[in-house]
Antibody, heavy 117, light 111 residues
Framework: EVQLVESGGGLVQPGESLRLSCAAS????????MTWVRQSPGKGLEWISV???????YYRNSVRGRFTISRDSSKNTLYLQMNSLGPEDTAVYYC???????????WGQGTLVTVSS | QTVVTQEPSLTVSPGGTVTLTCASS?????????PNWFQQKPGQAPRALIY???NKHSWTPVRFSGSLLGGKAALTLSGVQPEDEAEYYC???????????FGGGTKLTVL
């Protein structure tokens, strides 16, 4: 059974940093297409970033230069390093992943990030 | 700024049929946009339903089907059940910087 478990969320002040983790079981992060998606309170889903199995990465415009997606094969874990956080980054962050075409097959339960002074 | 548009809300009677659509501000949606559809219930993570326009995941009920309709991606529910009441999101692929863009979601009420 595939499980993705996010962690690392919490309350931070504007301008601070946070690193989210997504630990996988029954699933290999490094050989799959892994994505971070977020959802602000009461709002819709928003695509944030992807890392391909080959290592290429892409980001939505509003986070490029502030967020970094990465993975650790030895820990079978996906990360999202978030710097210079602002109130607009307040959201539940989900990791999702899958194989070719099944890119969003598996989802974690999400972790809440709150940016507030 | 690419915008993906869905109906904000739809209402359907139990046992009825409803079609949700997903339009792109760039023009007609084709299979090259690899439309995905997700269901989200309150307090839960999204659940994948459809990938690459019309392909179902192993858990997707038979009553859900995906297609292209009139230049849009479409999700049709036939024989709607009360448990289908949820928010539905489409997702389209644009490549490049934007890569993927979600629609704003459709709140489906079964009444």
């Amino acid at each position: 059974e595939v499980q993705l478990v996010e962690s690392g969320g919490g309350l931070v002040q504007p301008g601070e940093s946070l690193r989210l983790s997504c630990a996988a079981s029954g699933f290999t992060v490094s050989t799959n297409y892994m994505t971070w998606v977020r959802q602000s309170p009461g709002k819709g889903l928003e695509w944030i970033s992807v890392i391909y199995s080959g290592g290429n990465t892409y980001y939505r415009n509003s986070v490029r230069g502030r967020f970094t997606i990465s993975r650790d094969s030895s820990k079978n874990t996906l990360y999202l390093q978030m710097n210079s956080l602002g109130p607009e980054d307040t959201a539940v962050y989900y990791c999702t992943g899958g194989g070719p075409y099944l890119y969003f097959q598996n989802w974690g339960q999400g972790t809440l990030v709150t940016v507030s002074s | 700024q690419t915008v993906v548009t869905q109906e904000p809300s739809l209402t359907v009677s139990p046992g009825g049929t409803v079609t949700l659509t997903c339009a792109s501000s760039t023009g007609a949606v084709t299979s090259g946009y690899y439309p995905n559809w997700f269901q989200q219930k309150p307090g839960q993570a999204p659940r994948a339903l459809i990938y690459s326009t019309s392909n179902k995941h192993s858990w997707t009920p038979v009553r859900f089907s995906g297609s292209l309709l009139g230049g849009k991606a479409a999700l049709t529910l036939s024989g709607v059940q009360p448990e289908d009441e949820a928010e539905y999101y489409c997702l389209l692929y644009y490549g490049g910087g934007q890569h993927w863009v979600f629609g704003g979601g459709t709140k489906l009420t079964v009444l």
